[in-house]
Each structure stands twice: as C-alpha cells, then as structure tokens.
C-alpha cells in the first residue's frame, strides 16, 4: 500500500513528459508500418498518421478506415529497428464495454458519464477502456483496465 502510494505520487510530482508529434501523409509512411498495418488489417484505408516521439520511443499512430465505414487506429513502437503494433484502437459506444468495466467505473466514486469511450486492445490480450468526459475532449477521466474477466480503474495513465 505504501509503495503503491509513493509511486502514485511519484508519478503526480514528477515532469510532464512532452512528447514530439509530426503528422505524417499516409503515402509518406515508411513501407515497413504499412506491412505491420496491413498484415493486421488487410481491408484498411489509411488516412493519416503521426510520429511521436517520448521518453526515448518512437511510435506511430496509424489512423485508417474498415470497408463497413468504422475507424481504427493501429499504434507502433519501434523496438530495435522493427514495428509492432502495442495498441489496437477504436470507439466504442459505453454500453458496449463489458459490464464489469462498467461495474468498476460506477464503483469508482467518480461522478463520470463518458461521451466517448476509446476501447484499446493490447497485446497481452489487456483491454484499456479511456472513458472521455462531457468538455474534456483531449486526456481521458479514468482508464479502466479488463483482463480475464477483472476490471480495474487506473490510478496511473497507461503508458501506451
């Protein structure tokens, strides 16, 4: 309990980590993000894309289109040189979170009705669900987490 409160405060004292961001046209992104992408979703237009760069990682956040007209967006980090995908996302409406997501931001204590959910796959099989409040457009209210079956709100922003 003690660790997990001086971590909580660690994270709230320390800098804000700023993070370079550089849009990318769809035709300019490099070949080897478009095979990760396109091995993940063969179907998918791509629309746009930006580089961003913090604490040391390079990621790209590939933002395309499925065939049925739905939106997703692939996130990839460069790790020795190779793109992997660490993130799958796309919107969700609320009531399609799974109910014990549901459950635990209700039991959270904080008063929260999301406008947008974003549902962000990743790749230990972890769901995050970022729950956006009414006029607070750019960081989530609450992240919940949703692995086999047990749903847990954040206490610290997932790095992803």
């Given amino acids: 309990m003690v660790a997990h409160l001086i971590s909580v405060l660690a994270f709230a004292l320390a800098p804000a980590v700023e993070t370079k961001i550089t849009p990318v046209a769809a035709k300019d992104l490099p070949a080897a993000v478009v095979a990760v992408v396109k091995a993940a979703a063969p179907a998918m237009t791509i629309k746009e894309a930006e580089l961003k760069e913090r604490e040391n990682r390079r990621y790209f956040d590939v933002e395309g289109v499925m065939p049925d007209g739905s939106e997703i967006e692939f996130d ?76 847990k709100v954040l206490s610290e922003v997932w790095p992803h």
Avoid at 111 to 131: C, H, K
């Fill in 76 to 151: 990839l980090l460069e790790k020795d040189g190779a793109w992997t995908i660490v993130e799958t996302q796309r919107d969700i409406a609320w009531d399609q979170a799974p109910k014990p997501v549901r459950d635990a931001a209700a039991a959270s204590g904080k008063a929260i009705t999301p406008v947008r959910v974003i549902e962000s796959r990743q790749n230990d099989g972890m769901v995050i669900y970022e729950l956006f409040a009414a006029g607070k457009p750019k960081e989530p209210s609450m992240e919940v987490s949703f692995k086999d079956g047990q749903a």
